[in-house]
């Protein structure tokens, strides 16, 4: 009877595990940015920062805006006069961040 407890308890043990990884790969997947190197997390966009390399617009089909500092959500356009994404309610920017990896 012990052998077959520990079967069952260890496959137990392999199905939970298994779940957990397959959990954590979706949760880390990225885009490659445009240059072929910089890479986002893949629940943002890759937009041209100001020092010419790619950042990371913290929205999914994020719109880049000319500033090369901030993003608007999709279907928002920047306005950079007086810092807001223009549209019928009034969104405010995003900074960008930096890629997750530059070489």
């Keep these: 009877m012990k052998p077959f407890t520990f079967i069952l308890f260890f496959s137990l043990f392999l199905i939970i595990l298994t779940n ?7 949760s880390h997947a990225v885009i490659v940015c445009p240059d072929g190197v ?6 943002s966009t890759c937009c041209i920062s100001i ?10 089909e994020g719109v880049c805006c000319s500033d090369h500092i901030h993003c608007c959500p999709q279907h928002y356009k920047c306005d950079l006069k007086i810092f807001k994404c223009d549209r019928t309610w009034k969104a405010k920017l995003l900074q960008m961040k930096p890629s997750l990896n530059k070489n």
């Design 20 to 26: 957990n990884i397959d959990t954590d790969l979706s």
């Design 38 to 43: 910089s890479m986002c997390p893949s629940t």
């Design 51 to 60: 020092d010419g390399d790619y950042s990371c617009c913290p929205l999914e």
